[in-house]
């Protein structure tokens, strides 16, 4: 499987936006989205909101996706549209358990 690099841009996106995402797939069951190895959320400093995510594979994240665009489309911006761009190396720690 090929890990993915998903990037979404929102001009139309603040934090608030953002957590009412979140909070909705919390309460849909996905808090922790199965393939989802890292996500990253921020005001871009050119406005609007970014989020990074690195996948498993791409078709965990479209799998994901059927509750992810329903959801966006619940707060009410334009569903900002994911590029998905084949991650040439993921760093992943090693977790150690005591």
Known sequence: MQKV???FNSP???ARDYEQVWDALRAAGHS???GLLSHVGFANPEGGWTVVDVWESAEAFT???KTLF???QRV???VPEPRLIPAHYVYEPET???
């Open 32 to 34: 922790h989205p199965k």
């Open 70 to 72: 329903p959801i966006i």
């Open 5 to 7: 690099v998903v990037l």
């Open 12 to 14: 139309h996106f603040d």
């Open 76 to 78: 009410g911006k334009p």
């Open 96 to 98: 150690m358990i005591a």
């Open 63 to 65: 799998e994901f996706g």
